[in-house]
């Protein structure tokens, strides 16, 4: 289904009850934040918000396709599963070779399909240009800030158009824009992305780098932007297809740039190679820590265009689920078939939890039809686009079910022996990871777990010994939870107050040594005080804290192999970690408190606590880095 604007997709979530209208003034600095956050968290991701009264000509969207029912609405179909095959084909026309000419005339029909969703370029004005600002101020839009110690306001949802500037080639890319001044913001693309490829050829060339950026219209151009798309391959013609219609193009006003003429907004501008870089951030990001500052381009914006009737889209991330994992779902079951097609036959299913924030954890299910075939999988994902930055990767065998955390924890425990089914593996990391000793590269953890030498009888673990037993241990382990070991999968997790441990590798070495864990796989680490009846809780923490070389070890315990997993925060003194540790991202209380206060006349349903309160004996500090003396 193509939408003729953002403001009729509105109009379609409201038909279906997705959409909940807030017409009292609610500020953008942090309220919007907070209401979004405990609407994003509820079972099935609430509702998208549209505020209406910003204290600007124009509303905010938020939470737009943070629902699978939603994300399904914006892409125009009932099942993302039912668009797998089609984008499986519709990429295989574009990475297949053709070296015959019989092979090229069998294609004709498939590519002329295809043609009609090719993006068109169009003449004099578009939609998106109905009112013109030549002497552009961004604080004319309602651009949020998020949290607290974000290092301003950020524009979340930008499609960053740039055009390589040797070949022609446009790459619609998503960077969040930091609001530096009235027409400057940052460009935060990362030194992985095409963005950041073309900024160095401009560089090179010492030109100006000519950049639109757009927001709004069709959420299928959103979602684009963000779609792991093989480099050189347009984004609008994906688009063009999700819509069933053609993306039709029309060039700015002061830069020699195509955007889509129905959007909500343009900015335009360009970045100056020559200039030094800005101190961009800190910010609240999708890890659900705060990304620190760092040196980013400079944009300067030389016009802003809008449609008469605009609205202003924005996403809010932080701890998961936010509607990000929404967006990322869509991605993992829609391109399970290309990369089926054109790399993995053997790969029958994959599912990147929520918990993993993308790339921190993969989950694979595959044929195994011959010895090593599952370290190919490894080879092959590892070095495979975006799945190079991803930590752990599980495969298993194809009659487990990858949404069943049980099922899969418990074969893991009765199947892996970890003196041989783990492989530590390095190479890059998300630019936004925090744990590695090195920016943007550390090591990676493989699990072979699609041995099928299942182990039939249960563990000899007694729950009120190893209770008592570890808490006697030590008065620093200040909470268990059981609730794996509960249900006959060896697990424990346990939660020490780590700033008080003076010699923290050697009370993980006498720990682990006990004879009361003789019989678990595996003795769980975390510093979340209480926090830890929440299993999805604890994966994400786990997960966004370890470097698996550094904090997986394997101990011999009266003849069986005890894994020792270190997921507390690297920020300790006696950890000698070598860069700043992020703090978890959490609303303010004075924000908190006038939400509270203001809601019942929001008229957006029942009262909602908000999801930062578990988190605030977490930080150390009331800062973006957590600096622990």
């Given at each position: 289904m193509?939408?003729?604007?953002?403001?009729?997709?509105?109009?379609?979530?409201e038909q279906?009850g997705?959409?909940?209208?807030?017409?009292r003034f609610v500020?953008?600095?942090?309220?919007?934040?907070?209401?979004?956050d405990?609407?994003?968290?509820?079972?099935g991701?609430?509702?998208?918000?549209?505020?209406?009264?910003?204290?600007?000509?124009?509303?905010?969207?938020?939470?737009a396709?943070?629902?699978?029912?939603?994300?399904c609405?914006?892409?125009?179909?009932?099942?993302?599963?039912a668009?797998?095959?089609?984008?499986?084909?519709?990429?295989?026309?574009?990475?297949r070779p053709?070296?015959?000419l019989?092979?090229k005339?069998?294609?004709?029909?498939?590519?002329?399909?295809?043609?009609?969703?090719?993006?068109?370029?169009r003449?004099?004005?578009?939609?998106c240009?109905?009112v013109?600002?030549?002497?552009?101020?961004l604080?004319?839009?309602?651009?949020?800030?998020?949290?607290?110690?974000?290092?301003?306001?950020?524009i979340t949802?930008?499609?960053?158009?740039?055009?390589?500037?040797n070949?022609?080639?446009?790459n619609?890319g998503m960077?969040?824009?930091q609001?530096?001044d009235?027409s400057h913001?940052?460009?935060h693309?990362?030194?992985?992305?095409?963005?950041?490829k073309?900024?160095?050829?401009?560089?090179?060339?010492g030109k100006?780098?000519p950049?639109?950026?757009t927001l709004?219209?069709d959420?299928?151009?959103?979602?684009?932007?963000?779609a792991p798309?093989?480099e050189n391959?347009?984004?609008y013609?994906?688009?063009?297809?999700?819509r069933?219609?053609?993306?039709?193009?029309?060039k700015?006003?002061?830069?020699?740039?195509e955007?889509?003429?129905?959007?909500?907004?343009?900015?335009?501008?360009?970045?100056?190679?020559s200039e030094?870089?800005?101190?961009?951030?800190?910010?609240?990001?999708h890890?659900?820590?705060?990304?620190l500052?760092?040196?980013?381009p400079?944009?300067?914006?030389?016009?802003?265009?809008?449609?008469a009737?605009?609205?202003?889209p924005?996403?809010?991330?932080?701890v998961?689920?936010?509607?990000?994992?929404y967006?990322?779902?869509a991605t993992?079951r829609?391109?399970?078939?290309?990369?089926?097609r054109?790399?993995?036959?053997?790969?029958?299913d994959?599912?990147?939890?929520?918990e993993?924030?993308a790339?921190?954890i993969?989950?694979?299910?595959i044929?195994?039809?011959f010895q090593?075939?599952?370290?190919?999988?490894m080879n092959?994902?590892?070095?495979?686009g975006?799945?190079m930055f991803?930590?752990?990767?599980v495969?298993?065998?194809?009659?487990?079910?990858l949404?069943?955390?049980?099922q899969m924890l418990n074969?893991?425990?009765?199947?892996?022996?970890?003196?041989f089914?783990l492989?530590?593996?390095?190479?890059?990391?998300?630019?936004?990871?925090?744990?590695?000793?090195?920016f943007?590269?550390?090591?990676?953890l493989?699990?072979?777990?699609t041995a099928?030498?299942?182990r039939?009888t249960?563990?000899?673990?007694n729950?009120?010994?190893?209770k008592s037993?570890?808490?006697?241990?030590?008065?620093?382990?200040?909470?268990l939870?059981?609730t794996?070991?509960?249900?006959?999968?060896?697990?424990?997790?346990?939660?020490?107050r780590k700033?008080?441990?003076?010699d923290?590798q050697?009370?993980?070495?006498?720990?682990?040594?006990?004879?009361?864990?003789?019989?678990?796989?595996?003795?769980v680490?975390?510093?979340?005080?209480?926090?830890i009846?929440?299993?999805?809780?604890?994966?994400?923490f786990?997960?966004?804290n370890i470097?698996p070389s550094?904090d997986?070890?394997?101990?011999?315990?009266?003849?069986?192999?005890l894994?020792?997993?270190d997921?507390?925060?690297?920020?300790?003194?006696?950890?000698?970690?070598?860069?700043?540790?992020?703090?978890?991202?959490?609303?303010?209380?004075?924000?908190?408190?006038?939400?509270?206060?203001m809601?019942?006349?929001?008229?957006?349903?029942?009262?909602?606590e908000?999801?930062?309160?578990?988190f605030?004996?977490?930080n150390?500090?009331?800062?973006?880095?957590?600096?622990?003396?």
């Amino acid at each position: 289904m193509a939408y003729k604007s953002l403001s009729h997709f509105i109009d379609v979530l409201e038909q279906n009850g997705e959409l909940l209208r807030v017409k009292r003034f609610v500020d953008p600095v942090l309220e919007i934040t907070e209401i979004t956050d405990r609407h994003s968290k509820l079972p099935g991701g609430g509702k998208a918000l549209l505020f209406e009264n910003t204290g600007t000509n124009f509303p905010v969207l938020t939470n737009a396709l943070g629902s699978e029912r939603r994300i399904c609405l914006a892409l125009g179909t009932n099942n993302l599963e039912a668009l797998r095959d089609d984008v499986g084909r519709l990429l295989e026309q574009f990475t297949r070779p053709r070296g015959s000419l019989w092979s090229k005339i069998s294609a004709l029909p498939e590519l002329t399909r295809v043609a009609s969703w090719m993006p068109a370029s169009r003449t004099g004005k578009g939609i998106c240009q109905q009112v013109v600002h030549y002497n552009p101020h961004l604080d004319m839009l309602p651009v949020l800030k998020c949290w607290p110690h974000d290092g301003g306001k950020f524009i979340t949802l930008p499609m960053v158009h740039t055009v390589d500037p040797n070949t022609g080639t446009r790459n619609v890319g998503m960077y969040r824009m930091q609001i530096f001044d009235s027409s400057h913001t940052g460009m935060h693309w990362h030194k992985h992305k095409t963005g950041a490829k073309h900024f160095e050829e401009y560089k090179g060339l010492g030109k100006l780098m000519p950049i639109a950026v757009t927001l709004g219209g069709d959420p299928a151009y959103t979602y684009a932007a963000t779609a792991p798309m093989p480099e050189n391959v347009d984004e609008y013609i994906l688009a063009g297809f999700l819509r069933k219609k053609r993306v039709r193009l029309v060039k700015c006003l002061t830069v020699d740039i195509e955007v889509p003429e129905d959007v909500d907004f343009v900015i335009e501008g360009y970045v100056d190679p020559s200039e030094e870089p800005a101190w961009e951030g800190p910010f609240g990001d999708h890890t659900g820590f705060y990304s620190l500052a760092d040196w980013y381009p400079r944009f300067k914006v030389t016009c802003i265009t809008h449609r008469a009737d605009a609205v202003y889209p924005a996403t809010i991330v932080g701890v998961p689920p936010m509607e990000d994992a929404y967006i990322a779902k869509a991605t993992e079951r829609i391109f399970l078939e290309p990369i089926r097609r054109t790399l993995l036959p053997e790969l029958t299913d994959m599912v990147l939890p929520t918990e993993g924030v993308a790339h921190n954890i993969a989950l694979v299910k595959i044929k195994d039809e011959f010895q090593g075939q599952a370290y190919r999988v490894m080879n092959a994902l590892w070095g495979a686009g975006q799945m190079m930055f991803n930590k752990v990767l599980v495969a298993f065998p194809n009659n487990i079910n990858l949404t069943d955390g049980y099922q899969m924890l418990n074969h893991i425990c009765r199947t892996v022996n970890p003196q041989f089914d783990l492989f530590f593996g390095k190479g890059p990391l998300d630019v936004l990871d925090h744990s590695s000793n090195q920016f943007a590269f550390g090591s990676k953890l493989f699990i072979d777990a699609t041995a099928l030498n299942y182990r039939e009888t249960g563990f000899n673990i007694n729950i009120d010994d190893i209770k008592s037993s570890t808490l006697a241990f030590s008065n620093h382990i200040v909470a268990l939870n059981l609730t794996l070991i509960e249900k006959d999968i060896p697990i424990l997790i346990a939660s020490v107050r780590k700033k008080e441990i003076e010699d923290w590798q050697l009370f993980k070495q006498e720990l682990t040594l006990q004879p009361i864990f003789q019989d678990l796989f595996a003795l769980v680490l975390v510093d979340l005080e209480n926090q830890i009846d929440d299993l999805s809780l604890v994966l994400w923490f786990l997960s966004g804290n370890i470097d698996p070389s550094r904090d997986l070890s394997i101990t011999r315990v009266n003849g069986s192999n005890l894994i020792l997993i270190d997921g507390t925060r690297k920020a300790y003194p006696t950890d000698n970690f070598p860069r700043l540790w992020p703090n978890i991202v959490t609303m303010d209380g004075e924000t908190i408190e006038r939400v509270d206060q203001m809601w019942h006349w929001l008229d957006i349903g029942e009262f909602i606590e908000s999801p930062s309160l578990k988190f605030f004996n977490l930080n150390q500090t009331d800062d973006a880095v957590m600096r622990i003396q």
